[in-house]
């Protein structure tokens, strides 16, 4: 048996729609891109969206949206996806990377309140491979010391917190559809945000910074007049070839994520015998989006003298599965230990100790819709078979 880590799944209405935008010749964003946040908006709740070109350049926008700048400081997860931080270098501010808790990988929200200066402009908390962070917390915090939230809502497709979708506590909220997610148009993102004006100068600062977008200006009874460009902005515009496929898999939202959390259930019921894997941590108001399944393999108690030791066994863990065709991953990474982070703000990798541990010894399982019982049953016997050395 040989199974991915992840699987990118279209049906007959994807391919169906994405003729579509090749038929009619308009490719770039235009109808499609609108109907697919107007999805994205009724799935979410969230009052607007902005479809753009990734995760990462939603959260660039966002940033500069909110006039983030050289000067400023941005306090981010150190366990995140390499993008979350370096959405922030893009602006000239320094990104601050503060501790995660090691039972949820989100944001330590007692250690962030500590790192707030008078340079601290915003904070950018991630819901982590789905699991909502403690918007609350990390709201009251927030507006205390007047910063800005932008939510890096990568993997939070279908995550809620106390009932509301991710993506409608902070000032926005960024979504990736690259394959590893649960809605894939490729690559591509959304931003969602409750605050009209700031809608306003998303969409304009992703085209160019142009007072209307094309679609508007072909609808008005001038279409041959250009418009104003009032703001320096970027093309980060989603092609309607992507939004017409991630148009059509919102029509399966609900069951692509009760299929991914089926598989989630299944692994949290009959791996919860295992005491050297630590299962997701689901809290009461917290619904998680799976678009991981992250454990930490803690055979033992983990500290900085036996890291890299339980680190070893982690990769034995890892190759072992491997060999029997069941592809995992580490869940993602300690930022502040790569290289650019490292040797820029020269970080002890100690000084994130939960981080670096969660980088060391977590590990995500297969999740995708279409893998099958007898898949996940070969998955949980071979987790099951391994020997702790
Ligand atoms: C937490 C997190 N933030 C940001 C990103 C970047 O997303 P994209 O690839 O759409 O730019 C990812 C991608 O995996 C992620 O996991």
């Known amino acids: 048996m040989k199974i991915p880590i992840a699987k990118t799944e279209f049906t007959d209405a994807d391919f169906e729609n994405i003729r579509k935008p090749l038929e009619s010749g308009w490719v770039v964003q235009g109808p499609f891109v609108k109907e697919f946040e107007d999805k994205w908006c009724k799935f979410t709740g969230a009052a607007n969206s902005v479809a753009v070109t990734s995760c990462t350049t939603g959260l660039h926008l966002s940033l500069a949206a909110l006039g983030v700048k050289e000067g400023n400081e941005v306090i981010v997860p150190a366990f995140t996806w390499i993008a979350t931080a370096n959405s922030v270098e893009y602006t000239g501010a320094k990104p601050v990377f503060c501790d995660i808790e090691l039972s949820t990988f989100n944001l330590d929200v007692k250690k962030f309140e500590k790192l707030i200066t008078k340079k601290t402009k915003a904070v950018i908390p991630v819901h982590l491979f789905g699991l909502p962070s403690d918007m609350d917390a990390i709201k009251y915090i927030a507006e205390k010391n ?4 932008i939510e890096d809502a990568a993997c939070g497709f279908a995550a809620k ?18 394959p590893r997610k649960a809605i894939t148009t490729g690559e591509g993102g959304m931003i969602t945000t409750n605050n009209g004006e700031l809608y306003e100068k ?52 609900v069951e692509i994520y009760e299929s991914r959390k089926k598989i989630a259930d299944k692994y949290s019921r009959e791996l919860s015998d295992i005491d050297w894997l630590v299962k997701p941590f689901v809290g009461k108001d917290y619904v998680h989006g799976y678009q991981s399944y992250v454990c930490l393999f803690k055979p033992e108690e983990i500290n900085s003298g036996n890291l890299d030791k339980v680190n070893l066994m982690r990769n034995e863990f890892m190759d072992y599965l491997f060999e029997k065709g069941i592809s995992t991953r580490p869940g993602t990474h300690a930022v502040h230990n790569l290289a650019y982070y490292n040797e820029k ?19 995500a399982f297969p999740v995708f819709p279409s893998l099958k019982e007898e898949e996940s049953d070969y998955i949980i016997e071979y987790i099951k078979n391994f020997k702790i050395k």
């Open 161 to 178: 917190y106390r009932n509301i979708h991710v993506g409608n506590f902070g000032d926005t909220g960024c979504f990736s559809f690259h």
């Open 202 to 253: 998303l969409r304009s600062l992703r085209d160019h910074g142009a007072a209307m977008s094309d679609l508007q200006r072909h609808l008005q009874n001038k279409p041959y007049l250009l418009p104003e460009f009032p703001y320096l902005g970027y093309n980060y515009r989603m092609t309607d070839i992507q939004a017409s496929i991630g148009s059509s898999q919102m029509e399966r939202a």
């Open 146 to 149: 007047s910063l800005f939230v």
């Open 345 to 363: 703000y020269c970080i002890k990798s100690e000084s994130y100790m939960n981080s670096l541990i969660a980088d060391k010894c977590s590990i």
